[in-house]
C-alpha cells in the first residue's frame, strides 16, 4: 500500500486545520458527505467553507458550529427549498455567526480556474447590471487590453485543502470520475492539499486501461480515503442513486434546531463512521439505491 | 374541458413556447417540467443543457435537482461546469434561458437572492446560481412565476439578474449579447416587453381570468396590450403527460 491511502479520520486529523478554506466540491454529484461528518466529529472550527452549492454538507457543517465563513454561489435544497442550517448561522447567529461571500456560479467556476491556473484572477462576462459587485467588493471590473471591453473579474481561490470525491483511485490517488464531473478538477489543482475520496481502490492498470477518465492525477494528491457510500445521500453514478426521498425529508428534519441537532447527534457523533453509517442506513435501504447497469462501449486504445 | 391548476397552466403554456431544434439552459422547478414537455411533445429535438454540465439530455424521470443522475445517462455530453459556463453559454450557444426567482420588476429585472435588506434580509433566497450569467448571454429569456404584487412590485429589493435594466435599456450599454427578457409566464397570463419603453405588457390571459384580477396581482399599473389573447387551455395530452409521466408525486407543480 502506498503512504497515502489512510483512513477518512486521520485524513480529516491530518489535513483539515481549524481556519483553514476549506472545498468539498461536487455538483450534486460526488459530494462527499462522509469527510464533512469526519470534519464535525473532530470540532473542527472557524473554516472558510467554499463550495458552489452549499447544499445539505454546509447546512450541516454550518449547524455543528465549524464554519466562519461561507463563499457561494447558490444557497438551497435544490427542488426542495431553505437551508435551514445555514440561514440560523448566517441570520441569527445559532450556534455560531457564519459571514457570507457571494457569486454567481460563473463567478465561483472561475475562481477556481484561476485558481488552477495558478493567476491571480479571472476575467469574465458576467455581473454587469446585476446588484452582487455592490455586496461583494471582490467582484470588480476591467477593461480588455486588446479590444477596449469591460469584464468582471474575480479572484483566484486556492483553499488550503479540496476534499474531492471521485468513482474509483488507485493507491496514488489517480482518481477517475465519470457523470457529471462539477468544478471536480479545478477545485483539486487550486488546492494546496488534495484528499480523493473514492468509492472503490483500483490497481493502477485499471486507470492505465481508460486514461482519459482521470480527472485528478496523483501527483496533486496527499491523501487517498477509500469508503463505499461516501457521497450518500448525494450520489456516485454508476454506483448508487441520488437519495432524493431524502433531501426532501431533510426540510422537516432542519426545520427547526432541535430536529437538525438530533439528526447531527444520532447520525454523526453518535457513529464512529462511514461503516456505521452504512450499517445502520441498513442493507435493504442501500439496495433500493443500488445503480442499474449501464456500462459504456470501451474504446480502443492502441496504436 | 379538464380541470387544471394554475401551475399546469404555467407549464404547458411555457412548453409551446420552445421550438424543435432550440438550444435551451434549463432551471430547476417549472422551466425543468416545461421542457421536457415539450420534448414529449412537438420538440423531441430540443437540446436540453443543464448547467450541471449534462448536454443534449433525456431525462426519463424528472430531475429533482439540475444535478439529478438521469440527466448524464444517455445524454450527447457532459461537461465540466468552465466548459458550459466559459464554451456553450460565454460562447454564445445558448438559444433560450429559462429563468425563475422572488420578484420582478417591470423591466424583467430578477431577485432571487433577498427580500428586504441584503445584511438582514426578511428573507434570504438562494442567490444567483447561473442565473446572472444566462441572463446576460442567453439570446433570449422566458420567465416562469407566480404573480402577486409581492413577486411583481414596482421595485425589487435587489437585482440578481439583468433584464432590460431600466426604460433606456442599459444592457445595450453593457454590451451584453443576449437581447434580454422575451416573455413572462404567469399563473394569470403572459407578458411580453413594448419594444421602445421596455415595459412588461401584458399580452395573454388565461381562461377565467380578467384583466381587473391581473391588475390586482401586481405592484404597479401595468400595461395591456389591446385585446390581450385568451390562451388556449393544457389539452388532455399535455396534462396526461404532466400529471402520469413527469410529476407524478407533484414534487414542482404544488
Same mark, same amino acid.
Given at each position: 500500500m502506498s503512504g497515502k491511502v489512510m483512513t477518512m479520520a486521520r485524513a480529516v486529523g491530518e489535513f483539515v486545520r481549524d481556519g483553514d478554506t476549506v472545498v468539498i466540491e461536487g455538483f450534486t454529484?460526488?459530494?462527499c458527505f462522509a469527510a464533512g461528518h469526519e470534519i464535525i466529529r473532530q470540532r473542527k472550527r472557524e473554516l472558510v467553507a467554499c463550495r458552489l452549492t452549499p447544499d445539505l454538507i454546509y447546512d450541516q457543517l454550518a449547524a455543528a458550529g465549524c464554519v466562519r465563513k461561507l463563499v457561494f454561489s447558490w444557497a438551497g435544497n435544490p427542488g426542495v427549498g431553505s437551508l435551514f442550517g445555514l440561514r440560523r448561522a448566517v441570520e441569527e447567529g445559532i450556534p455560531s455567526k457564519v459571514e457570507i461571500e457571494e457569486y454567481s456560479h460563473f463567478g465561483m467556476v472561475a475562481r477556481f480556474m484561476a485558481g488552477a491556473s495558478h493567476l491571480p484572477f479571472m476575467h469574465l462576462k458576467t455581473f454587469e447590471g446585476s446588484d452582487l459587485p455592490r455586496k461583494n467588493k471582490n467582484i470588480k471590473f476591467i477593461r480588455c487590453p486588446y479590444t477596449g471591453k469591460r469584464f468582471a473579474t474575480v479572484p483566484a481561490l486556492n483553499p488550503d485543502v479540496s476534499i474531492i470525491q471521485v468513482q474509483r483511485a488507485d493507491e496514488e490517488g489517480n482518481g477517475q470520475i465519470w457523470g457529471l464531473m462539477g468544478v471536480q478538477r479545478e477545485a483539486a489543482f487550486a488546492a494546496k492539499k488534495v484528499v480523493v475520496v473514492a468509492e472503490e481502490l483500483v490497481p493502477g492498470e485499471v486507470i492505465r486501461a481508460d486514461p482519459n477518465r482521470t480527472l485528478i492525477p496523483g501527483l496533486i494528491v496527499s491523501a487517498v480515503v477509500i469508503e463505499p457510500f461516501a457521497a450518500h445521500p448525494s450520489y456516485a453514478l454508476g454506483y448508487y442513486d441520488r437519495d432524493n426521498d431524502f433531501y426532501v425529508e431533510w426540510a422537516k428534519i432542519s426545520k427547526d434546531r432541535a430536529g437538525l441537532e438530533k439528526y447531527l447527534e444520532e447520525w454523526v457523533y453518535g457513529l464512529p463512521g462511514r461503516k456505521e453509517y452504512r450499517e445502520k442506513l441498513g442493507a435493504e435501504y442501500l439496495k433500493k439505491l443500488e445503480a442499474d447497469n449501464r456500462p459504456s462501449g470501451s474504446v480502443n486504445y492502441g496504436y | 374541458m379538464a380541470d387544471y391548476t394554475p401551475s399546469e397552466m404555467m407549464v404547458a403554456r411555457a412548453a409551446r413556447e420552445l421550438n424543435n431544434g432550440e438550444v435551451v439552459f434549463v432551471g430547476i422547478g417549472l422551466p425543468n417540467v416545461a421542457c421536457n414537455l415539450a420534448r414529449r411533445l412537438h420538440a423531441p429535438g430540443l437540446v436540453l443543457i443543464y448547467e450541471s454540465g449534462a448536454v443534449g439530455c433525456v431525462p426519463d424521470r424528472l430531475p429533482l435537482s439540475i444535478g439529478d443522475p438521469c440527466l448524464? !445517462? &444517455?445524454?450527447?455530453?457532459?461537461c465540466s461546469m468552465v466548459e458550459v459556463f466559459n464554451y456553450y453559454l460565454q460562447g454564445? /450557444?445558448? &438559444?433560450?434561458?429559462?429563468?425563475?426567482?422572488?420578484?420582478?420588476?417591470r423591466f424583467g429585472n430578477i431577485n432571487s437572492t433577498v427580500i428586504g435588506d441584503y445584511a438582514r434580509p426578511k428573507v434570504r433566497l438562494p442567490g444567483s446560481g447561473g442565473a446572472c450569467?444566462?441572463?446576460?448571454?442567453?439570446?433570449?429569456?422566458?420567465?416562469v412565476l407566480k404573480q402577486s404584487p409581492k413577486s411583481f412590485p414596482e421595485k425589487i429589493d435587489f437585482i440578481t439578474s439583468p433584464g432590460f435594466i431600466d426604460e433606456v435599456n442599459s444592457r445595450r450599454n453593457f454590451g451584453f449579447p443576449g437581447k434580454g427578457p422575451s416573455l413572462i409566464i404567469t399563473d394569470f397570463g403572459v407578458y411580453g416587453f413594448n419594444k421602445n419603453t421596455y415595459e412588461m405588457i401584458l399580452q395573454e390571459i388565461y381562461p377565467g381570468v380578467t384583466v381587473k384580477d391581473v391588475k390586482a396581482n401586481i405592484g404597479w399599473n401595468v400595461k395591456v396590450g389591446r385585446p390581450p389573447k385568451v !390562451?388556449?387551455?393544457? !389539452? &388532455?395530452?399535455? /396534462? +396526461?403527460?404532466? +400529471?402520469? &409521466? /413527469?410529476?407524478?408525486? +407533484?414534487?414542482? /407543480? +404544488?
Open positions: 454529484h460526488l459530494i | 448524464a !445517462t &444517455d445524454s450527447i455530453s457532459v454564445g /450557444l445558448i &438559444d433560450v434561458g429559462f429563468l425563475g426567482g422572488a420578484q420582478v420588476d450569467e444566462i441572463a446576460i448571454h442567453a439570446k433570449k429569456i422566458i420567465m !390562451t388556449a387551455p393544457p !389539452t &388532455d395530452e399535455e /396534462l +396526461r403527460i404532466i +400529471r402520469q &409521466d /413527469l410529476d407524478p408525486h +407533484r414534487i414542482h /407543480l +404544488r
